[in-house]
C-alpha cells in the first residue's frame, strides 16, 4: 500500500478511536462556512467533524472491528466522533439539519452495532442526562414524600383524640 494512502487510513482510524459512536454524514449540500459553525457546535460537546474518504473509512472501520456499512458508503462522507454525550452530539445535528437543511445522517454506530438515521433522531429528541436524573429523582422523592404522609395520617388516625375541657 502506497505510503499517502497508508496515513490516510491511519488517521481516520485515529478519529474512530475518539469515541464509541460515529456517526456517518452526507456533506454534498454543506458549505465551507456551514461545516465551520457545525465544527464550532460540536466542540461545545467535544465532538469533532472530519470529512474522509470512503476507501479509508472502510478500511479503519474493518481494522477497528465496527460493524460494515458499506452500503452507505456513497457519495462525499463526513464522520462526526468524540465527546462523551452521543445523545447532545446527535441533538446539534439534528437542529443544525433542521435550520440549514443542508446535513444528512447517513447512519451510526455505536457500542459497535449499527444504529439507523430513524433511531439517531429519537435518540436526538431524548432529554438530556441531567434533565432525565432529576425526573427520576422527582419520581423518588414523590415516592418517598407519599410513604411518609401515609404513616402520618396512621399516626394521626390511631392517637385519642385530646379531652375537650
Not at 14 to 34: E, G, M, P, Q, R
Not at 35 to 52: F, I, Q, S
Not at 76 to 101: C, D, H, M, Y
Not at 134 to 155: C, E, W, Y
Request: charged share 25%; glycine share 4%.
Amino acid at each position: 500500500m502506497r505510503a499517502e494512502k497508508n496515513y490516510l487510513i491511519q488517521e481516520v482510524e485515529t478519529h474512530l478511536k475518539k469515541s464509541d459512536y460515529v456517526i456517518l454524514t452526507n456533506f454534498s449540500k454543506v458549505t465551507v462556512a456551514d461545516a465551520a459553525e457545525l465544527r464550532k457546535r460540536l466542540a461545545a460537546e467535544g465532538a469533532e467533524y472530519h470529512v474522509v474518504k470512503n476507501s479509508s473509512l472502510r478500511v479503519a472501520a474493518k481494522a477497528l472491528g465496527l460493524p460494515e456499512f458499506d452500503s452507505v458508503l456513497s457519495g462525499p462522507t463526513a464522520v462526526v466522533v468524540g465527546g462523551k454525550n452521543s445523545a447532545g452530539v446527535a441533538k446539534i445535528l439534528k437542529k443544525f439539519f433542521e435550520e440549514k437543511q443542508k446535513l444528512e445522517v447517513k447512519i451510526g454506530v455505536m457500542d459497535k452495532k449499527l444504529i439507523s438515521a430513524a433511531d439517531l433522531a429519537k435518540i436526538a429528541d431524548l432529554p438530556s442526562f441531567e434533565a432525565l436524573r432529576s425526573q427520576l429523582l422527582g419520581l423518588l422523592t414523590q415516592n418517598a414524600a407519599s410513604f411518609v404522609r401515609v404513616l402520618d395520617a396512621k399516626v394521626k388516625k390511631e392517637q385519642p383524640a385530646a379531652p375537650a375541657a
